[in-house]
């Protein structure tokens, strides 16, 4: 599970980074402050937030154009009265409670509401309705680079997909040639299985079942672009 710590207390950092090497389950990054936190969530997909700052939950902040996990929590000094929870807020911790405890509360919370649920399911579903392979490793590679590139508001630079091919090894601790390979075989094995006539009608006349597959980056662009388009017709 990855979780992200936004603290500048120095021995509260160094105690939540033991208790997740203790636990072996979690993946735990440090930032000391917001907009290292939003830098960070713009790059990389965490499951959970945990904050010192609670501007963290300002609206303004909120809607900037970031991977928000699925739950976010404070961790305070004093308890907050319950009118004045943020709605955004999943849950409350104290610094006082122990980092192990507050570690293993937070995997097996209940999930709430999927801040990313629906751009995941019109992603899937854009990729199966082409015939990527589920079971293939690229699916998931397409899937998070696709997502990328729309949170990112990228869709047309082709430096991103560098970008992409980085984030991505890093998350999977793999190396950027194997998260490339797996998009390309992905996308290969799409092409023999799809039908022609989806093809045609997702990518135009630009390509034909018959001829070589678009790259990487064309089949991205062009699946952000879609996606992108019938999100906005909503």
């Known amino acids: 599970m990855r979780i992200l710590l936004l603290s500048d207390n ?9 208790a997740a ?6 993946r735990l990054g440090v930032v000391k402050n917001l907009p290292q936190a939003l830098e960070c969530l713009f790059r990389v997909p965490f499951d959970a937030l945990l ?18 996990p699925n739950n976010l929590f404070l961790l305070l000094k004093t308890p907050l009265r319950c009118d004045r929870i943020p709605d955004a807020l999943t ?18 919370f209940p999930k709430g509401q999927n801040r990313r649920n629906d751009t995941e399911v019109r992603i899937s579903r854009f990729l199966q309705r082409i015939g990527v392979p589920v079971s293939l490793y690229g699916f998931d590679y397409l899937k998070e680079g696709i997502r990328l590139l729309l949170m990112q508001n990228r869709i047309t630079d082709i430096r991103a997909v ?3 091919y980085e984030i991505l090894a890093e998350e999977m601790m793999v190396g950027p040639s194997v998260v490339e390979h797996a998009m390309r ?9 799809a039908d022609p006539h989806t093809l045609e009608s997702v990518f135009g006349y630009t390509v ?10 064309a089949f991205m662009f062009r699946a952000a672009d879609c996606i992108a388009i019938t999100t906005g017709e909503e």
């Open 51 to 68: 904050s010192e700052d609670g501007a963290i939950l300002h609206p303004a902040v909120l809607k900037r154009p970031v991977l928000w």
């Open 21 to 26: 090497d203790e636990k072996g389950v979690f």
């Open 162 to 164: 560098n970008d992409i």
């Open 185 to 193: 075989h992905a996308i290969n094995a799409a092409w023999m299985r």
């Open 91 to 108: 849950y409350c911790f104290l610094r006082e409670n122990d980092p192990g405890d507050v570690l293993s509360l937070i995997e097996n």
């Open 208 to 217: 034909d079942a018959n001829r070589a597959t678009p790259s990487n980056a």
């Open 10 to 18: 120095r021995e509260t950092a160094k105690a939540y980074r033991s």
